[in-house]
T-cell receptor, first 111, second 114 residues
Framework: EDQVTQSPEALRLQEGESSSLNCSYT??????LFWYRQDPGKGPEFLFT???AGEEKEKERLKATLTKKESFLHITAPKPEDSATYLC????????????FGTGTKLQVIP | SQTIHQWPATLVQPVGSPLSLECTVE??????LYWYRQAAGRGLQLLFY??????ISSEVPQNLSASRPQDRQFILSSKKLLLSDSGFYLC?????????????FGSGTRLTVV
């Protein structure tokens, strides 16, 4: 069964304290891996798409990396406005472009 | 630019009442459309997707149905709501046959069934 697991469930950081969020997946035929940011009461906001092992994408203080089994979202020197839930999702190759989401990591950055 | 509208933002409905949530997309044609539900502490669960007018696929058997009467309109319905239908409902769209850019989500509807 295709699975996406995110860890930790929640993470509390001091402002400026860098860390990483993990997304591990067990799927057959990965077409792409997505990272989203979701603020409370809002819809998820697209951040990155990664396609192949070794690929990296950056946006401001965020950097996403991909291996054959997992993806990391590195947060460098976070600020309070980075507080949100970060969702990982995988898309399978072939046929309908089904996307399976993980349960997310809730990040809180303390000033 | 493309935008997605979803309403209402919040809804409180009694058990057994009907439901209709609407989603419209602007600035694109022939999008793939999706309805997701997000329950507390759980991931986004795909309920329905549509690749064209009148074409609806259901991912999970449930008390809900979906329709796509126009190219950029997607409607989620129920004839009789259950308590278990409570949750955060999200509509999303992607470029047809090319979800590489990810989905664009609406702002969501918080449904509470009482």
């Amino acid at each position: 069964e295709d699975q996406v697991t995110q860890s930790p469930e929640a993470l509390r950081l001091q402002e400026g304290e860098s860390s990483s969020l993990n997304c591990s997946y067990t799927v057959s035929g990965l077409r792409g891996l997505f990272w989203y940011r979701q603020d409370p009461g809002k819809g998820p906001e697209f951040l990155f798409t990664l396609y192949s092992a070794g690929e990296e994408k950056e946006k401001e203080r965020l950097k996403a990396t991909l291996t054959k089994k997992e993806s990391f979202l590195h947060i460098t020197a976070p600020k309070p406005e980075d507080s949100a839930t970060y969702l990982c999702a995988v898309q399978l190759s072939g046929g309908y472009q089904k996307v399976t989401f993980g349960t997310g990591t809730k990040l809180q950055v303390i000033p | 630019s493309q935008t997605i509208h979803q309403w209402p933002a919040t809804l409180v409905q009694p058990v057994g009442s009907p439901l209709s949530l609407e989603c419209t997309v602007e600035g694109t044609s022939n999008p793939n459309l999706y309805w997701y539900r997000q329950a507390a502490g759980r991931g986004l669960q795909l309920l329905f997707y549509s690749v064209g007018i009148g074409q609806i696929s259901s991912e999970v058997p449930q008390n809900l149905s979906a329709s796509r009467p126009q190219d950029r309109q997607f409607i989620l319905s129920s004839k009789k709501l259950l308590l278990s239908d409570s949750g955060f409902y999200l509509c999303a769209w992607s470029v047809s046959a090319k979800a590489n850019y990810g989905y664009t989500f609406g702002s969501g509807t918080r449904l509470t069934v009482v």
